[in-house]
């Protein structure tokens, strides 16, 4: 038997992560950086070359792309297969959350949202699962969120995106398991980023965490333990899952 933390290590794994030039994306890339992968950030930011060069280790790259631009994600893709020679691991983070009212919400709010959230997940996936199945091994791991699965007020937009990425999952799972490649999603609760904190300031807040059975809301580092555990070999028999990493919010 294998020990524990060679099923964990990642060496020689290559991943990208979108949306990983801070918040969540970020903490996921510094765990699977310093389980060894090489990591490629993709994000809209400015500093995301900055953010690579600070994660742990060498080898790691940063492109600035918009995901919801086709061709940008095409060339994010491409440049990371000519940086690395394959992507082993596609975490597709990105993602914003625009809160109004159902009978408020833009259209353009609406479209932005399944953009960056759910249509950006499957144009990363359609580009890179086909090579991850090609050399046999590959994990897809996309984050949904708790709203995908109970009603938040004006979260119409985000609930609509995340609920997607839990079916996309579950399609990938199927049609890539056969090839070793397995498609995951991770619903937290409320995480203390800047789009957590935008969304659960103050006494909405404050009310909110009084619902969640271990009382506070979640660390980013303690989504990327899980996408981490997700990525590696040790999780080759958890696919089409739903992680959820919410505290206990969702059991009621
Ligand atoms: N923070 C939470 O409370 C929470 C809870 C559940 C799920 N999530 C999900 O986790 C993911 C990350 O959230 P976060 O809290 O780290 O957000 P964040 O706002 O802190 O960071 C998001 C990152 O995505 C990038 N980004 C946004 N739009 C982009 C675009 N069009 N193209 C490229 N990059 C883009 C931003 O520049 C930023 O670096 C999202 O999918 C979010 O829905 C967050």
Known sequence: MKPFSELMSLKGRTALVTGG????????????????????????????????????GTGHSGVQANVTDEDAVLRSCNEALEAFGKVDILVNNAGVALIAKAGELTTQAWDTTLSINLRAAFLFSRTLGPQMCKNGF??????????????????????????????????LAYEWGPHGVTANAISPTVVETELGKKVWAGPVGDAFK???????????????????YLASEAAAMVNGENFFVDGGYTIR
Request: aromatic share 4%; charged share 15%.
């Open 138 to 171: 590959g994990r897809i791991i996309s984050m949904a969120s708790q709203a995908a699965v109970v009603a938040l007020e004006g979260h119409i937009a985000y609930t609509a995106s995340k609920a997607g990425i839990l079916g996309m999952t579950k399609v």
């Open 21 to 56: 030039a801070s918040g969540i994306g970020y903490a996921i890339a510094q765990r699977l950086a310093e389980q060894g992968a090489r990591v490629c950030l993709v994000d809209l930011s400015d500093h995301v070359t900055e953010a690579a060069n600070r994660l742990p």
């Open 210 to 228: 009084a619902q969640i059975p271990t009382g506070r809301f979640a660390q980013p580092d303690e989504i990327a333990c899980a996408a981490t």
